[in-house]
């Protein structure tokens, strides 16, 4: 398409639409970042540009309805920023959820002894211990089957009529949803893996006895493959919760993202 028929094309659609076309992917665009399931690398990067493109059409007619879209190259840019914020706020807040079950397999590689046997994790193509893979490919089924992705979308579709396009974007109330969402994590990451922690303390303090009682018991040799034969028991066994985790949390994280606009 060359110059003369673009011009006619944003001239027949209206410069103002068009304008809020792009401002509507600024803020779309930090999901296929930041947020789960949008941002996996499984991905290719055309087909979340596709999606991301449509979903901008599609959220355009909302975004500018009853609006005023200025134009002109200054006021456009500082909107275009104000959206780009807005949009990832939101991403942070959706994605700490996901981020604090990936967290929970890594305290349960670290304290099961699984982090020796580093592997390449198929969702973000990242060094991790085998239980990080785990909880990161079940917890993303179970964001799918949960209907994550839909309260996803719902909620980006909200904040267009909480912040419209042209209104000032409230920075001290997005820090602070940004900073309780990121301090979440942890907190988060300790309760989805509560249960192995506790059994693998158990374990330990348990051989820590046997050791004392019969100290020609190598207990090295015996406690390590021990401990990750309780792991995987234990994991097996609280996986089945983590979708009501998933989906109360999620519910949570849209809400609370939500409130902070």
Request: net charge negative.
């Amino acid at each position: 398409m060359d110059a003369t028929s673009l011009s006619t094309l944003v001239n027949d659609i209206g410069p103002s639409k068009v304008t809020g076309f792009f401002l509507v992917l600024g803020r779309i665009a930090p999901l296929f970042v930041l947020a789960p399931l949008f941002s996996s690398t499984m991905v290719p990067p055309k087909v979340r540009t596709v999606v991301a493109v449509g979903l901008s059409i599609g959220l355009t007619p909302i975004a500018v309805h009853g609006q005023s879209i200025p134009t002109d190259p200054l006021s456009v840019a500082a909107l275009l920023m104000e959206q780009m914020l807005v949009g990832l706020a939101f991403a942070v807040a959706v994605g700490a959820v996901f981020s604090a079950v990936e967290a929970a397999g890594t305290l349960t590689d670290l304290v099961a002894g699984f982090s020796f046997g580093s592997m390449i994790d198929p969702v973000d193509n990242s060094q991790s211990g085998p239980m990080t893979s785990l909880y990161g490919i079940v917890g993303l089924a179970m964001f799918i089957a949960i209907g994550g992705d839909a309260w996803m979308l719902r909620g980006l579709a909200r904040t267009f009529t909480l912040v419209p396009l042209t209104k000032g974007v409230p920075i001290a109330s997005l820090t602070s949803g940004v900073e309780t969402a990121v301090a979440s994590i942890l907190v988060s990451a300790v309760e989805v893996a509560a249960p192995v922690l506790l059994a693998l303390l158990i374990t330990d303090v348990a051989f820590g006895m046997v050791s004392r009682v019969v100290p020609q018991l190598n207990v090295f040799a015996v406690g390590f493959p021990l401990k990750i034969g309780v792991a995987i028991l234990i994991v097996g066994a609280a996986l089945p919760f983590l979708g009501g985790f998933m989906t109360d949390s999620i519910a949570n994280a849209v809400g609370n993202a939500l409130h902070t606009l």
